[in-house]
């Protein structure tokens, strides 16, 4: 369903939590992703607000590609509550991400 490693999803997580001196690494991060995995991020983030149903993710992803006019880092990270947005997608989407959040620790 998603085509974004969950392990990548987590790491803007961690990145966006950690604020300020992260923010040109989270930016570098986002901008290093390829095309489909920025959609697919997009995509969660916007099932996570509740703009998109998780049963709508394709259109999400088609959307995310069709209206995509500033850099994705920029867009994402200006983004009020991207994280929580990202796991509250994740989760409505039934993705399990523990292993990765432990990875990460």
């Known amino acids: 369903m998603i085509d974004i490693s969950p392990s990548k999803v987590v790491q803007v997580i ?3 939590r950690e604020g300020g001196m992260a923010d040109g690494q989270l930016a570098a991060f986002i901008e290093d992703l390829n095309d489909d995995e920025k959609a697919h991020l997009t995509a ?3 099932v996570g607000r509740g703009s998109f149903e998780p049963e709508d993710y394709a259109e ?6 069709n209206e995509a006019t500033v850099p ?6 200006g983004m009020p509550h991207l994280s929580e947005n990202l ?5 409505a989407l039934g993705v399990d991400v523990s292993g990765e959040e432990e990875d990460l620790l």
């Open 72 to 77: 994705t880092a920029d867009y994402l990270m």
């Open 60 to 65: 999400a992803v088609e959307t995310a590609i």
């Open 87 to 91: 796991e509250a997608g994740l989760d």
């Open 14 to 16: 961690f990145l966006h």
């Open 44 to 46: 969660i983030a916007w």
